[in-house]
């Protein structure tokens, strides 16, 4: 059984489908349901997923298609013909959109690379990279915030792709989260019981810390550089 916003949420998108044959942007879906973030939205989308409501069409954006319509709602004739055009128009979108070879991840925020920040969570942008980029698993990008990583190659306002993961081997460039709060990219090292966050910049100083501190959110990818 769908929740109401799940439901409200589902109806809204079949009814702005069935108008303009294109799937709402997550601005308009949190306008339209009254919440205050675009990550309320992203998990509503997700449960209806779960659930066989709502497929997620790879390689595009707002690129979605509706399976089913909640029970006890009965569109009108006119909007199942409708509903049946949309399908069609976004699988031929997906066709050619594929042709494109792209792979598209979420832009979470800008992450700190010299001093911790707290854990940004929040999935309102996406980005596409050409396929092939990354490989297999679950990647998110970043923005660097901060210049402690600079002799790695990694320099304020880069873009870094992390791949998720709970665990790293030692050297590995990580995203980890410290004390739950805060979040940085830095180089992981293990000195016998303690787990150094090392930056590469003699600016700046490793931190040591306990095991139980420190939660690995992912190691680095990819990066990408824009020149201005």
């Known amino acids: 059984m769908l929740t109401r916003k799940q439901r409200d949420l589902l109806i809204y998108i079949h009814q702005k489908m069935s108008e303009d044959h294109i799937p709402p942007s997550f601005e308009e879906m949190k306008n339209a349901l009254g919440l205050k973030s675009k990550s309320g939205i992203h998990r509503l989308i997700s449960a209806l997923v779960e659930r066989g409501y709502i497929e997620r069409l790879p390689h595009r954006a707002r690129a979605l298609q509706i399976k089913k319509l909640p029970e006890g709602f009965e569109p009108h004739h006119n909007d199942k013909s409708k509903l049946a055009h949309v399908s069609r128009e976004i699988n031929a979108t997906h066709e050619v959109a594929a042709n494109y070879n ?3 991840v979420p832009l979470y925020g800008r992450i700190a690379a010299g001093t911790p920040i ?11 990279l050409p396929q092939g980029m990354i490989g297999s698993g679950d990647h998110y990008a970043l923005t660097i915030d901060g210049d402690s990583m600079i ?12 791949k998720r ?3 790293a081997e030692n050297g590995d460039i990580v995203v980890a989260l410290v004390d739950d709060l805060e979040a940085t990219l830095k180089r992981l090292r293990r000195a016998g019981n303690k787990i150094v966050l090392e930056p590469e910049n003699d600016d700046y100083e490793p931190q040591i810390l306990e095991p139980d501190r420190v939660k690995i959110q992912g190691k680095l990818a990819s990066l990408i550089r824009t020149y201005h």
């Open 165 to 167: 993961c709970d665990s």
């Open 102 to 104: 792209v792979d598209e």
């Open 118 to 128: 707290e854990a940004i969570r929040s999935e309102e942008q996406t980005i596409q």
């Open 151 to 162: 002799k790695a190659g990694i320099n304020n306002g880069d873009t870094v792709i992390i």
